[in-house]
Nanobody, 124 residues
């Protein structure tokens, strides 16, 4: 089991940037695929991207491709989500999650451990 904690959320104007961090505890973190999800009020949780434990596999949906970048530092047990050119529709609570699945686990059900989330608000 991995414990996860997100940080770095806040209020930003459209076109701005934020970097979220996902700090993990647990000896198996370095072997986990880490995914980012977001959930806006009244909407389902949406996949934002993932990074494999080797950092070789990094995937994004079209909605954020070219604007969001995921990286990880296993020596610090931390995964980052760099968000650039933010839009009001990016407003949501952002979550990181850990999965044992290989390949492209892009659904919330593929993940076992979740952080508490951090709020990102983008003003127009």
């Amino acid at each position: 089991q991995v414990q996860l904690a997100e940080s770095g959320g806040g209020l930003v104007q459209a076109g701005g940037s934020l970097r979220l961090s996902c700090a993990a505890s647990g000896r198996t973190f370095s072997r986990k695929t880490i995914g980012w999800f977001r959930q806006a009020p009244g909407k389902e949780r949406e996949f934002v991207g993932l990074i494999s434990w080797t950092s070789v596999g990094v995937y994004y949906p079209d909605s954020v491709k070219g604007r969001f970048t995921i990286s990880r530092d296993n020596s610090k047990n931390t995964v980052y989500l760099q968000m650039n050119n933010l839009k009001p529709e990016d407003t949501a609570v952002y979550y990181c999650a850990a999965s044992d699945k290989l390949g492209y686990p892009n659904e919330a059900s593929h993940y076992n451990d979740w952080g508490q989330g951090t709020q990102v608000t983008v003003s127009s």
